[in-house]
């Protein structure tokens, strides 16, 4: 079936560094792809979509790209906040339903 | 403010003592789900609810049982709780087929 594979955390870094996090996906059909972001103590925000290849989702300095020959969405930012600090989970939702397939998750931890 | 919401926000309870997580969209959205979180394993989808009176099993259904008599609520119904219940449940809703799903604030559950 589909799945996500997203890289091990906790993720440390220092206020304005440059910020990856892995993702890959397995997929038979064509899925949307997301990040979520969850901050302590609160429910999945969505962060950034994408609904098609090479499509890139973008949102509060976060960008991700949709890289079907790679199959991969990874999520980068340019320069970190203490704030950034949370869960983010990568997801696909499978083609034609609403049902959401999460990886793992990655803790990022930014110090000033 | 357009919101999901879940009580209780936190339960402890013992083994084999029937409990009932309310969940309810202020969005009329018609697909709704229930997702449970454990460490290392990501988000999994226990039910979800296409619309009204139309429920079915996601990945990890042993155990739950759901409603879904009105469009705005979809309960989570533990039976017979057990140990391995365990873990922090989030509801989601979303309309239409792949668009953003919402999330609630989560329900933290302990079942000794």
């Known amino acids: 079936g589909d799945s996500v594979t997203q890289m091990e955390g906790p993720v440390t870094l220092s206020e304005e560094a440059f910020l990856t996090i892995n993702c890959t996906y397995t997929?038979?059909?064509?899925?949307?792809l997301f990040w979520y972001v969850q901050y302590p103590g609160e429910g999945l925000q969505l962060l950034l979509k994408a609904t098609k290849a090479d499509d890139k989702g973008s949102n509060k300095g976060f960008e991700a790209t949709y890289r079907k020959e790679t199959t991969s969405f990874h999520l980068e930012k340019g320069s970190v906040q203490v704030s950034d600090s949370a869960v983010y989970f990568c997801?696909?939702?499978?083609?034609?339903?609403?049902?959401?397939?999460f990886g793992t998750g990655t803790r990022l931890q930014v110090f000033p | 403010e357009a919101q999901v919401t879940q009580n209780p926000r936190y339960l402890i309870t013992v083994t084999g003592k029937k409990l009932t997580v309310t969940c309810s969209q202020n969005?009329?959205?018609?697909?709704m789900s229930w997702y449970r979180q454990d460490p290392g394993l990501g988000l999994r989808q226990i039910y979800y609810?296409?619309?009204?009176?139309?429920?079915d099993k996601g990945d990890v259904p042993e155990g739950y049982k759901v409603s879904r008599k009105e469009k705005r609520n979809f309960p989570l119904i533990l039976e017979s709780p057990s140990p391995n219940q365990t873990s922090l449940y989030f509801c989601?809703?979303?309309?239409?087929?792949?668009?953003?799903?919402?999330f609630g604030p989560g329900t933290r559950l302990l079942v000794l």
């Open positions: 997801a696909l939702s499978e083609y034609n339903t609403d049902k959401l397939i």
């Open positions: 997929a038979t059909g064509y899925p949307s």
């Open positions: 989601a809703s979303s309309s239409p087929t792949g668009e953003t799903q919402y």
């Open positions: 969005m009329n959205h018609e697909y």
């Open positions: 609810s296409m619309n009204v009176e139309v429920t």
